[in-house]
């Protein structure tokens, strides 16, 4: 059986010499590992690792639009990977599900693969509206998309960053309304967890068989942690 994915979302933890460390420690990592640096350092990634995806990518292609990431200009550079529509974008940068949308179509148009966040609040969690606010995202996201190269990860904003998943049962029932979902319009898509992923919790995570894989955060930007959840992925 193929391993499942791991896309290593470092976010903004990590200083120069940290990158050093980490790339000296993970001198090879395995094919099914996407990692996502700082865009300032995906220069250094891209000369030693296969698999790289940048953290944000604006919708166009060209132009002046001072401090954006141009999805032409990554893929020139060797990137096959853009995350989008992460909780923290939504939040921060006010991204939409319509401009994610947007950006999904311009990766797909430069021939890269969009990984596309999405999740509920705890306060859509609370009020029962988890299900109606997973479909809008992935419905309004994916509008007009035809292509079989997607990846979903489904990341519970109360999870990320608090060092505590959902239950197996939570995730199970999510992962398998998501599915019904892409099924109704016509889209087939690899799907990921994420939610404070590491190395402890990672191994029952792995025994959930309807996911193709993980998204991981903070733990992604240690060398230690991220060989032992490529030890684990091998071996499952």
Do not use: W
Request: glycine residues 6%; proline residues 2%.
């Amino acid at each position: 059986m193929k391993n499942k994915l791991l896309v290593l979302n470092m976010k903004m933890y990590m200083e120069p010499n940290d990158i050093k460390e980490f790339m000296a420690k993970t001198d090879k990592v395995d094919d099914n590992i996407i990692i996502c640096p700082e865009t300032i350092y995906i220069p250094y990634f891209i000369n030693k690792y296969k698999n790289i995806g940048i953290q944000n990518i604006y919708f166009e292609s060209r132009g002046a639009y001072t401090g954006c990431n141009s999805v032409l200009h990554a893929k020139k550079l060797g990137v096959n990977y853009a995350i989008v529509g992460h909780s923290e974008c939504r939040e921060y940068f006010n991204i939409t599900d319509q401009i994610v949308n947007k950006q999904i179509k311009s990766i797909v148009d430069n021939n890269m693969i969009p990984i596309m966040c999405i999740g509920e609040s705890l306060d859509d969690k609370v009020s029962s509206n988890s299900k109606k606010v997973i479909k809008k995202q992935i419905i309004d996201g994916l509008k007009g998309i035809k292509c079989d190269r997607i990846i979903i990860a489904y990341e519970p904003v109360y999870a990320i960053g608090t060092g505590n998943t959902l239950s197996k049962f939570d995730i199970i029932d999510s992962v398998n309304y998501i599915k019904e979902i892409l099924n109704d319009i016509g889209i087939n898509a690899l799907l990921l967890y994420g939610g404070s992923v590491n190395s402890t919790n990672l191994s029952d995570l792995l025994t959930i068989s309807a996911l193709d894989g993980f998204m991981v955060g903070k733990s992604s930007c240690s060398s230690v942690e991220v060989l032992k959840m490529m030890k684990l992925l091998s071996s499952n």
